[in-house]
């Protein structure tokens, strides 16, 4: 039972490895690769598990590949598992808004950087829901990116939530959460790559108004922290409050840059000052 376990754990991960190859030649390498990767994930989802089988236990030997059952069967879990993996990942990958990626390009990433940090890692959160927070959101995606696996993972996972005001939350899984708890869970999954430029898109749209400020006292002790962050966002008081420099965009265009003492005390152009008078 014991080597059964560890065989079959071992063909999950590899199988699973698998798809995330095969998920990137498709949704991100050249058109070869992803040409490949297709009719491999085309051949195997259309051919019974049976027939799989029994091409790696009789099939290879026949061509002068002897293995051990016990090499066959992995080897047969692996081939059938990568193919599925594979779409169900690529469907994470691609429902990654373009947004995220380009940002990470105008940040002088490479598309391999962009891919591995800004990209996988939260695909792999988006189609593999029934994991528990920390395994996904914290543990897995340094342990893919950064190579951080087992114990030095979760103890850094479990300081990441303490330091979030969600220690008590390790062990929770997703429908467990509040949104308020699920936004700073997100950010300890940021902070879990070490980032040198936090990234937040509107992570306030979401929630109830209840719930907004606790999100945001997370950032703000973040910034005071020395964290560089990058935000967009409409909450005008916390932008003032915490800023830096405010940049105001208005149709897709920059209309002004400064300090919030220049944007919101001497606002230049009318759609700032139509803007700001909206707020009062």
């Known amino acids: 039972m014991a080597a059964t376990t560890v065989l079959t754990a071992f063909a999950a991960?590899?199988?699973?490895?698998?798809?995330?190859?095969?998920?990137?030649?498709?949704?991100?390498?050249?058109?070869?690769?992803?040409?490949?990767?297709?009719?491999?994930?085309e051949l195997i989802r259309n051919t019974p598990f049976i027939v799989q089988l029994f091409f790696v236990f009789f099939g290879l030997p026949g061509l002068g590949v002897k293995l051990t059952p016990e090499a066959a069967s992995v080897l047969a879990m692996v081939i059938n598992l990568g193919a599925y993996a594979g779409e169900i990942v690529r469907a994470g990958i691609e429902s990654t808004p373009q947004?995220?990626?380009?940002?990470?390009?105008?940040?002088?990433?490479?598309?391999?950087?962009?891919?591995?940090?800004?990209?996988?890692?939260?695909?792999?959160?988006?189609?593999?829901?029934?994991?528990?927070?920390?395994?996904?959101?914290?543990?897995?995606?340094?342990?893919?990116?950064?190579?951080?696996?087992?114990?030095?993972?979760?103890?850094?996972?479990r300081a990441l939530l303490q330091r979030l005001g969600l220690g008590?939350?390790?062990?929770?899984?997703?429908?467990?959460?509040?949104?308020?708890?699920?936004?700073?869970?997100?950010?300890?999954?940021?902070?879990?790559?070490?980032?040198?430029?936090?990234?937040?898109?509107?992570?306030?749209?979401?929630?109830?108004?209840?719930?907004?400020?606790?999100?945001l006292k997370v950032v703000e002790s973040l910034a005071d922290e020395g964290m560089t962050l990058l935000m967009v966002t409409h909450e005008m008081n916390f932008a003032r409050k915490v800023a830096d420099r405010v940049v105001f965009m208005h149709a897709g265009r920059i209309h002004e840059m400064g300090s919030p003492a220049q944007l919101f005390g001497a606002p230049q152009t009318a759609e700032l000052q139509q803007f700001l008078s909206a707020l009062h």
């Open 13 to 41: 991960l590899a199988g699973g490895a698998l798809g995330v190859a095969c998920a990137r030649a498709r949704a991100w390498g050249p058109r070869w690769a992803g040409a490949i990767a297709a009719t491999y994930v």
């Open 99 to 157: 947004g995220q990626v380009e940002a990470g390009l105008w940040l002088a990433m490479t598309r391999a950087q962009v891919f591995t940090r800004g990209v996988l890692p939260p695909a792999l959160s988006r189609v593999w829901p029934a994991m528990t927070s920390q395994v996904v959101i914290v543990m897995l995606a340094p342990g893919l990116v950064k190579g951080v696996r087992g114990a030095p993972a979760e103890e850094r996972a």
């Open 168 to 215: 008590e939350k390790f062990d929770a899984w997703p429908d467990q959460l509040s949104g308020g708890q699920q936004q700073r869970v997100a950010i300890a999954r940021a902070l879990a790559m070490d980032p040198a430029v936090l990234l937040c898109d509107e992570i306030t749209s979401a929630l109830d108004p209840e719930l907004v400020g606790e999100v």
